[in-house]
């Protein structure tokens, strides 16, 4: 079983249609969870950080349950530019150096 | 720019050739890492320094890969006798964290150097 587990998709959705991925994590001791984004051969930049109380920025809400060991990231109102591959990252060793742990990656297409 | 940077961006090697791939972290970093992604998978982690001190190493997938740090700044990863199945796209990236209660500071990634192994 991978640490870290998301669909992989594709997403192909419309412009304006609410989004959501999920993803679950192997270790319950894991202490910091994020969600990147990668575009097409770039690399991964944080979007943002998740927190157990859930937290929005903008038209990106996520979510974590720690009981279920589960995260998720909603995209309300998607635009073309939010076309990318979301990688659920954990940092699995939260007493230790921010190694981080990343899923595979769900990749989004957002169309006209 | 102030980001992370690595050179060469691309690399194509013989299969049993050496490379060596290189990292400029952002100025004042503490904390860099390797990391090894593979086509449609997330990164992988390889290595960790914290200033140039190797703390962990655990992610190197065999004893052909060697990193280093010597200064604390610029970063230096090595593969020897090189093989198809190291074709992947290696990323660097820095944090200013020190580890233990600011483990979780963001990480900034460098753009990858893509490896491809004939």
């Not at chain 2, 690595?6 to 890492?33: E, N, T, W």
Request: with cysteine; aromatic share 10%.
């Amino acid at each position: 079983r991978k640490e870290v587990e998301q669909d992989p998709g594709p997403f192909n959705v419309p412009e304006g249609a609410t989004v959501a991925f999920n993803c679950t994590y192997s270790n319950s001791a894991s202490q910091s969870f994020f969600w990147y984004r990668q575009d097409c051969r770039k690399e991964p930049k944080l979007l943002m950080s998740v927190y157990s109380s859930g937290n929005e920025d903008g038209r990106f809400t996520a979510q974590l349950n720690r009981a279920s060991q589960y995260i998720s990231l909603l995209i309300r109102d998607p635009k073309l530019s939010d076309s990318a591959t979301y990688l659920c990252v954990v940092n699995m060793d939260g007493t230790s150096h921010g190694k981080l742990t990343f899923g595979q990656g769900t990749i989004l297409t957002v169309h006209p | 720019g102030a980001g992370v940077s690595q050179s060469p961006r691309y690399k194509v090697a013989k299969r049993g050739q050496d490379v060596a791939l290189r990292c400029d972290p952002i100025s004042g970093h503490v904390s860099l890492f390797w990391y090894q992604q593979a086509l449609g998978q997330g990164p992988e982690f390889l290595t960790y320094f914290q200033n140039e001190a190797q703390l962990d190493k655990s992610g190197l997938p065999s004893d052909r890969f060697f990193a280093e740090r010597p200064e604390g700044s610029v970063s230096t990863l090595k593969i020897q006798r090189t093989q198809q199945e190291d074709s992947a796209v290696y990323l660097c990236a820095s944090s200013p964290a020190l580890g233990l209660a600011e483990a979780s500071d963001t990480q900034y990634f460098g753009p990858g150097t893509r490896l491809t192994v004939l």
